[in-house]
């Protein structure tokens, strides 16, 4: 059975800074892709950040200069790091991974965690 945690989410003000950890448990062979997407109510969920075991990242432009995202191969998690947070950053993020297991390969979702931006 694979999962995938989330934690770091909250409530910070514009301009503050967030972190979200996400970490894969489960019988694991290898994980080609990690990253984050979000999404708000009524729209259609979106790219924010990925990485490859490689450690090539893409982002989305509004993210880009502000988000980093890393991972870390032994221990299956993956870092969001968010600096100068937006109110438009506002989302649930969800967490998202190509993954294989010893049988087969899958993609995978989070439960979500909630960013709020708000003075």
């Known amino acids: 059975q694979v999962q995938l945690v989330e934690s770091g989410g909250g409530l910070v003000q514009p301009g503050g800074s967030l972190r979200l950890s996400c970490a894969a448990s489960g019988t694991i062979f290898r994980i080609p892709t990690m990253g984050w997407y979000r999404q708000v109510p009524g729209k259609q969920r979106e790219l924010v950040a990925r990485?490859?075991?490689?450690?090539?990242?893409n982002y989305a432009d509004s993210v880009k200069g502000r988000f980093t995202i890393s991972r870390d191969n032994a221990k299956n998690t993956v870092i969001l790091q968010m600096n100068n947070l937006k109110p438009e950053d506002t989302a649930v993020y969800y967490c998202?991974?190509?993954?294989?297991?010893?049988?087969?390969?899958?993609?995978?979702w989070g439960q979500g965690t909630q960013v709020t931006v708000s003075s």
């Open positions: 990485v490859t075991s490689g450690g090539s990242t």
């Open positions: 998202n991974a190509d993954l294989h297991t010893i049988v087969a390969g899958a993609n995978y």
